[in-house]
């Protein structure tokens, strides 16, 4: 299936998406910050990266924006416990492929990489 990079920063998350996705037949790399997330890229080029928003020292909006800069169409999925109207319309303006809220259903997760996967495999 396809290469993905699971980027944030409470490990519990990376390793529950990792067991989640590699069920689906994904290889799943990680990354605990927006900075190591851009030098796997570098390294790995996935198919498809999900980050978490609030990561510290640089936040999932600013690596989409370092991401949009150099991989216009690496397809990219935000998750957030702290949905906000701003972020969300920031992250849909970076072209975001889909934009879940924490805690969000295992079926939820896989359908929105899947989606994904098919939207920018189409373009």
Do not use: C
């Not at 990354?31 to 990266?49: C, Q, W």
């Amino acid at each position: 299936m396809a290469n993905i990079l699971a980027v944030d920063d409470e490990q519990l998350i990376l390793t529950v998406l990792k067991v989640l996705l590699k069920k689906d037949g994904h290889t799943v790399t990680t990354a605990t910050d927006g900075s190591k997330a851009l030098e796997e890229i570098e390294r790995s080029m996935p198919d498809l990266v999900i980050s978490d928003i609030r990561m510290l020292p640089m936040n999932g909006l600013e690596l989409l924006k370092e991401i949009r800069k150099k991989w216009h169409d690496l397809p990219v999925i935000m998750v957030t416990a702290f949905a906000s109207a701003e972020a969300k319309e920031q992250a849909t303006q970076l072209g975001v492929g889909a934009y879940l809220n924490k805690p969000f259903g295992n079926d939820e997760l896989v359908n929105a990489v899947n989606r994904t996967l098919d939207k920018y495999a189409s373009v």
